[in-house]
């Protein structure tokens, strides 16, 4: 399948702090790129959808000012996570739309730990 | 709204034997219906892909088929191997142009 790929694949900062995530796509051009949160033993929560060139649309819950997205290429979408803070410690994990198939691929995630 | 559910929730079994896993969805105005895994603490990994006009596809051992008309979907696994241990999602792709996952199957084979 094609390749999706994040970095860092972890990263524990102090709080307060803000922390840059990037997703790329390396195998196709990715009109669409989503970013999604993920807690133990639970399934993906949907935070965002990216469209190249335009804003992000949030979830209902997800604070647009404390999460920003950039996806300012078809094959980079980045996601801040601003003054970061304990409760934000979660697993980040990116996914990149195929516009020729529909198909959706993931990328590695993100453990974020913050002090 | 579309809703997933993926039955069975968990699943021990000794290795060798087939396996069914079953997913099924409320709406059936879907574009397509993807089926992946996740290993403990990674991303998710793309297993297969069925469109809304087809009605299976196969990649080595695996096995998904789509009936749209009963908002259904099965993933097969042939001969399982402790390899094969992990989460298994299916996921939903319909309106407003999100995937809709199901909470998945965690599956274990022990040898």
């Known amino acids: 399948g094609a390749v999706v790929s994040q970095h860092p694949s972890w990263v524990i900062c102090k709080s307060g702090t803000s922390v840059k995530i990037e997703c790329r796509s390396l195998?196709?051009?990715?009109?669409?790129m989503f970013w999604y949160r993920q807690f133990p033993k639970q399934s993906l929560m949907l935070m965002a959808t990216s469209n190249e060139g335009s804003k992000a649309t949030y979830e209902q819950g997800v604070e647009k000012d404390k999460f920003l997205i950039n996806h300012a290429s078809l094959t980079l979408s980045t996601l801040t996570v601003t003054s970061a803070h304990p409760e934000d410690s979660s697993f980040y994990i990116c996914?990149?739309?195929?516009?020729?198939?529909?198909?959706?691929?993931f990328g590695p995630g993100t453990r974020l730990t913050v002090l | 709204k579309q809703e997933v559910t993926q039955i069975p929730a968990a699943l021990s079994v000794p290795e060798g034997e087939n396996l069914v896993l079953n997913c099924s969805f409320t709406d059936s105005a879907i574009y397509n219906l993807q089926w992946f895994r996740q290993d403990p603490g990674k991303g998710l990994t793309s297993l297969l892909l069925?469109?809304?006009?087809?009605r299976e596809q196969t990649s080595g051992r695996l096995n998904a088929s789509l009936d749209k008309s009963s908002g259904r979907s099965t993933l097969y696994i042939a001969a399982s191997q402790p390899g094969d241990s992990a989460t298994y999602l299916c996921a939903a792709l319909g309106g407003y142009n999100k995937l809709i996952f199901g909470a998945g199957t965690r599956l274990a084979v022990h040898p």
């Open positions: 069925i469109q809304s006009s087809q």
């Open positions: 195998d196709f051009q990715a009109t669409t």
């Open positions: 996914s990149a739309r195929d516009p020729a198939i529909q198909a959706q691929y």
